[in-house]
């Protein structure tokens, strides 16, 4: 069996393929301590993929269930295989752990009735594949420009075990190997244009995570410095470039961009007449 794992803002999915038994128990029992050590406590086991599934493994869902249900978080089952539907349900498993036919609506009800889903109308609700997170490196910034209000609500951004006070999402408009640039509308925070070019300005340091459509599960990471700050009339257009990135995230965005490129010529070719 094979699990990989696609981090979320405030949860993780866990993708299974092949046959969950007793040997591969351990494996994922892993990939769970290891997320809530990194302070993710929302998971869903994403079981599409798998053939089989044993009494063992069955055993540790409900043991994976309680060490997160102990940690104020919760284990769920998206789009189970008609297999694992059908033992899950003869066994009563469904029953300690919610199994739903989607990743979001599993997704939906992990967040019911948390801070994220109750976010004012101004912030994202759903998740965008051009979504660009961004949290500063001084976390100072946050407290003299943010509503006190928002100091405090914790969002896990890295992968570093850091947890971080706020965290806004903007969307990206185009990325390269040395850097993006992404639009912020504000979102809840209450700023004007003008505040938010002050609180995002040239040459302040900030942790952003996206993704690369099409290409990868899951968000990249990097440290990045802003170089570009444009008001405009509904929030800011922002571009900066990547001061700490890995070697590996460098050539996928390097892929990406030569993939996007191609798409683009091509749907040119295309439309031309």
């Known amino acids: 069996m094979h699990i990989s794992v696609e981090p979320r803002d405030d949860y993780a999915i866990l993708h299974l393929r092949g046959e969950f038994d007793t040997y591969y128990v351990p494996v994922m029992q892993q990939e769970i301590d290891t997320l809530v050590k990194a302070g993710v406590v929302r998971v869903i086991l994403n079981l599409r993929l798998v053939k089989f599934i044993n009494s063992t493994a069955r055993g540790a869902m409900i043991k994976a269930s309680k060490l997160l249900g102990a940690k104020n978080g919760k284990l769920v089952v998206s789009r189970p295989s008609s297999f694992c539907r059908d033992i899950i349900e003869k066994v009563g498993l469904d029953r300690v752990v919610g199994v739903f036919d989607t990743d979001e609506a599993a997704a939906e009800h992990l967040m019911k009735g948390t801070a994220r889903q109750t976010k004012a109308p101004g912030e994202l609700q759903e998740e965008h594949p051009s979504t660009v997170l961004f949290s500063p490196v001084e976390a100072s910034r946050i407290e003299h420009f943010l509503p006190e209000d928002q100091h405090t609500a914790l969002t896990p951004l890295m992968n570093d075990k850091q947890l971080v006070a706020w965290s806004g999402a903007g969307r990206m408009s ?47 990471e990097a440290t990045c410095t802003i170089n570009e700050v444009e008001e405009r009339p509904d929030g800011v257009k922002i571009g900066a470039v990547f001061t700490a990135i890995d070697n590996a995230t460098r050539d996928a965005i390097k892929q990406y961009a030569n993939d996007m490129a191609y798409l683009k010529d091509e749907l040119r070719k295309a439309t031309d007449t």
Not at 188 to 196: E, K
Request: net charge positive; aromatic share 14%; proline share 6%.
């Open 174 to 220: 185009a990325l390269d190997p040395k850097g993006l640039h992404f639009t912020w509308n504000g979102g809840a925070s209450g700023l004007t244009p003008f505040a938010m070019g002050q609180f995002l300005a040239i040459g302040t340091e900030w942790k952003v995570k996206f993704r690369l459509p099409l290409l990868q599960r899951g968000y990249c």
